[in-house]
Each structure stands twice: as C-alpha cells, then as structure tokens.
T-cell receptor, first 114, second 110 residues
Framework: EPEVTQTPSHQVTQMGQEVILRCVPI?????FYWYRQILGQKVEFLVS????????KSEIFDDQFSVERPDGSNFTLKIRSTKLEDSAMYFC????????????FGPGTRLTVT | SQQGEEDPQALSIQEGENATMNCSYK?????LQWYRQNSGRGLVHLIL???NEREKHSGRLRVTLDTSKKSSSLLITASRAADTASYFC??????????WGAGTKLIIKP
C-alpha cells in the first residue's frame, strides 16, 4: 500500500540554523500539507499546497517558513532560522482531492532545536 | 476558537470494555474525521463521516454526528490493548481545512 514518507525521522539543529524537512507524498495525490505538533499538544496546521503554490497558510507559517515541490516527487518544508519554539513533530500529509477525502500522514520528523 | 475539542482528555478502561470519546466543534463542516496516533508516531485516519450522515460503522468503530449540536462521538467496541493511543477528532471546515483538538488519550488495561 502506498504511503507518505518523511526524512529525516529526527533532526537536531542549533538555534538560528536552517533546516529542510523532506516528504514524499503518495504519487497520484494532488494536495499536500504540513502540520506540526508540539510535544503533548494538539496538531497545528501550517500550510497547504496545490498546483505548485500555497493554497492556505496559518498564522504560524510566517516568513521563516517556506515550502517547495522541487521535482514533482519531494515536498519540502524549510525553516530559515530556527528558534527553540520550533521544536516539534512535523507531519506531512497528502490527499488526492481536497474536501471529501482522508488525509494520509507521514510518520513525522521530530525537530529538536537546541 | 474553531478547534475541535475532545472529551474526555484521558480515558482508562479494561480490555474488552467499550470506549466512547466525544468531540465538539464550533464551525460549519464539510465532514468530520477521526484519527489515531500511537505515542510519538504519525496520525492514522480511522473514519470519515460526511455532514449529511448521522452514523457510520467500520469494524469495531462506530461514529455518530449531530450537526445541530455540532458534536460527534467515536465508540470503540470490545477494546484491545492495541487500541491504546490518542484519538483526535478533526472536523473539516468549509475551506477544506482540518481543525484539530487536543485529543483523547485512551489507555486499555489488560
């Protein structure tokens, strides 16, 4: 069964450094998402992406964040200058059609900013 | 806040018993989804109920939806130790965004 994959599973970085989190969505899916979950807290929507552009973004997704689908396969989340409060699990998700379908989540990348 | 809110926050029951988790939300929805998360792992979709449906079954799962009360419930029958996880209700709003609550942490005691 096809699944969403994410790399790395765990990333440790120093405050102020740039990180890129990578995701490979399910191949025939058209909508892609990034979420984050601070340890023990609720899942928070960051951004949705369709047709090579951002369709929705939350207040969390400020200028420090960017997304890209560089090669038709990968979907990346870049954090330009990490802060301690960026430490969280970051989940990528995809679905074939917005609105009426379940979202398929990857296993997550645990980002630790020190 | 437009987020879904699960109730209770934590639930501990004996294996074999039924587990019921409730969810309330504030916005108009397209559908409502339930997800499960094992500790430190990714989210797994369990079931989706559309706004014009009132009840849906999938295996040992039963979901109800009352749009007039803006509430939903998830029932897991004949619980197993492997059902231990956090369960999240995620209503999908008219902008097709999932709205997440803090989840219910379910512990099944053997």
């Amino acid at each position: 069964e096809p699944e969403v994959t994410q790399t790395p599973s765990h990333q440790v970085t120093q405050m102020g450094q740039e990180v890129i989190l990578r995701c490979v969505p399910i191949s025939n899916h058209l909508y892609f998402y990034w979420y984050r979950q601070i340890l023990g807290q609720k899942v928070e929507f960051l951004v949705s992406f369709y047709n090579n552009e951002i369709s929705e973004k939350s207040e969390i997704f400020d200028d420090q964040f960017s997304v890209e689908r560089p090669d038709g396969s990968n979907f990346t989340l870049k954090i330009r200058s990490t802060k301690l409060e960026d430490s969280a699990m970051y989940f990528c998700a995809s679905n074939p059609l917005a609105g009426v379908y379940e979202q398929y989540f990857g296993p997550g990348t645990r980002l630790t900013v020190t | 806040s437009q987020q879904g809110e699960e109730d209770p926050q934590a639930l501990s029951i004996q294996e074999g018993e039924n587990a019921t988790m409730n969810c309330s939300y504030k916005t108009s929805i397209n559908n409502l989804q339930w997800y499960r998360q094992n500790s430190g792992r990714g989210l797994v979709h369990l079931i989706l109920i559309r706004s014009n449906e009132r009840e849906k079954h999938s295996g040992r799962l039963r979901v109800t939806l009352d749009t007039s009360k803006k509430s939903s419930s998830l029932l897991i029958t004949a619980s197993r130790a492997a059902d231990t996880a956090s369960y999240f209700c995620a209503p999908m709003d008219s902008n097709y965004q999932l709205i997440w609550g803090a989840g219910t942490k379910l512990i099944i005691k053997p």
